[in-house]
């Protein structure tokens, strides 16, 4: 079935540091790649997608790309602030002809200090 | 604005008692779902509905039931059948049956007294 990994947190970060968080993905066919962020006590919010092989995603200084050859999606940001610390994450999305349904990484944990 | 509304933000369980969970959303789409999502955890799906007067049973749907009457509408009844209901709920709805992404409410903690 579909499994999505990632990194293990959390990861603690100066701020203004550079922020990898790596995600790889299992899944047949083709399926739309995103990160979504929770805040404390808050549901999910959707920060970016990709929808096919080679796509980059971005929002609010984030990025990834949809690397079908290594079957990743990492995020990326080149200087994190204090108000990015929350919980991220991966998930990818297959339709299977009938039904959407999203398959969710546990979710990595950043807390970003001055 | 549109979005999705869950309520209440708190629930408290007596044991062998059944509680609904509601969501509401008015973003005009036609799939909701509901997830569980427990400490250091992803979110597990628990049912889901693509159109009204249909839904699937997901990953984790024993102990609970839905409905789905009204496209705005999908509440989830965690029954007593359910042991172990401490968690915090989601619930999202998408465009269709197709790679769309996925819009959250905020959720709803349910405790057991």
């Known amino acids: 079935g579909d499994s999505v990994t990632q990194m293990e947190g959390p990861v603690t970060l100066s701020e203004e540091a550079f922020l990898t968080i790596n995600c790889t993905y299992t899944a047949t066919g083709y399926p739309s790649l995103f990160w979504y962020v929770q805040y404390p006590g808050e549901g999910l919010q959707l920060l970016l997608k990709a929808t096919k092989a080679d796509d980059k995603g971005s929002n609010k200084g984030f990025e990834a790309t949809y690397r079908k050859e290594t079957t990743s999606f990492h995020l990326e940001k080149g200087s994190v602030q204090v108000s990015d610390s929350a919980v991220y994450f991966c998930a990818l999305s297959r339709y299977t002809g009938t039904a959407s349904k999203l398959t969710f990484g546990t979710g990595t944990r950043l807390q970003v200090t001055l | 604005d549109g979005g999705i509304t869950q309520s209440p933000k708190y629930l408290f369980r007596k044991e062998g008692q059944n509680v609904t969970l509601s969501c509401e959303q008015n973003?005009?789409?036609?799939?909701m779902y509901w997830y569980r999502q427990d400490p250091g955890q992803g979110l597990r799906l628990i049912y889901y509905s693509q159109i009204v007067n249909d839904f699937q049973k997901g990953d984790i749907a024993e102990g609970y039931s839905v409905s789905r009457e009204k496209k705005e509408s999908f509440p989830l009844t965690v029954t007593s059948a359910q042991k172990n209901p401490t968690a915090f709920y989601l619930c999202?709805?998408?465009?269709?049956?197709?790679?769309?992404?996925?819009?959250f409410g905020d959720g709803t903690r349910l405790s057991i007294l």
């Open positions: 999202a709805s998408s465009l269709g049956p197709s790679n769309q992404p996925q819009h």
């Open positions: 973003l005009n789409h036609d799939a």
